[in-house]
């Protein structure tokens, strides 16, 4: 299957400070990549989708201007978490559709957040 | 907002056993999927099923899919140590973009 990489796994800030988590595919171009949020035992909260080229498109809910995503070619998508407050930590999540795909997304490893 | 419903919510059987889990979802689909989660990590594909198709069969994996009554099952059968996890189902809503909506998931547990 296609392969997703995250980086990095996990990372710890400080409170106030900016967070940058890759998703990078790494044998397919992903002209979809689709980020997701998960709080310990619970299901996936989509964040917002990116189209290569173009700008995110956010669930309701999500603040823009705080998780900024960029999708600036086809085999790399980044989301910011910016000004991060202890709220915030959680498990991030990116997925990745491409050309020719039939309905199923292939996952990163995931990002551990943890604001201090 | 969450699309699908999961239960149970936590099985825990004995290796060797089978396991079931279900799913039910409320809007129409142009699929449904079946994911696996190992504490921590990323989520990995596990079988599609389409709208129009009723069952299902991947390895000791079957899916079925009752669109009448927005519900699938899966079912593991022979359950191994290895398959704890937890299950979650998805739906690519018709008109949604491709975009999925996980259900709440099944934490399992199989127990030597």
């Known amino acids: 299957g296609a392969v997703v990489s995250q980086h990095p796994s996990w990372v710890i800030c400080k409170s106030g400070t900016s967070v940058k988590i890759e998703c990078r595919s790494l044998?397919?171009?992903?002209?979809?990549m689709f980020w997701y949020r998960q709080f310990p035992k619970q299901s996936l909260m989509l964040m917002a989708t990116s189209n290569e080229g173009s700008k995110a498109t956010y669930e309701q809910g999500v603040e823009k201007d705080k998780f900024l995503i960029n999708h600036a070619s086809l085999t790399l998508s980044t989301l910011t978490v910016t000004s991060a407050h202890p709220e915030d930590s959680s498990f991030y999540i990116c997925s990745a559709s491409g050309r020719g795909f039939t309905g199923e997304l292939f996952f990163g490893e995931g990002s551990r957040l943890t604001v201090l | 907002s969450q699309q699908g419903e999961e239960d149970p919510q936590a099985l825990s059987i004995q290796e060797g056993e089978n396991a079931t889990m279900n799913c039910s979802y409320k809007?129409?689909?142009?699929?449904l999927q079946w994911y696996r989660q190992n504490s921590g990590r990323g989520l990995v594909h596990l079988i599609l099923?389409?709208?129009?198709?009723r069952e299902k069969h991947s390895g000791r994996l079957r899916v079925t899919l009752d669109t009448s009554k927005k519900s699938s099952s899966l079912l593991i059968t022979a359950s191994r140590a290895a398959d704890t996890a937890s299950y979650f189902c998805a739906t690519d809503r018709t008109g949604g973009g491709n975009k999925l909506t996980f259900g709440t998931g099944t934490q399992l547990k199989v127990e030597l």
């Open positions: 809007t129409s689909i142009n699929n």
């Open positions: 044998d397919f171009q992903a002209t979809t």
């Open positions: 099923i389409r709208s129009n198709e």
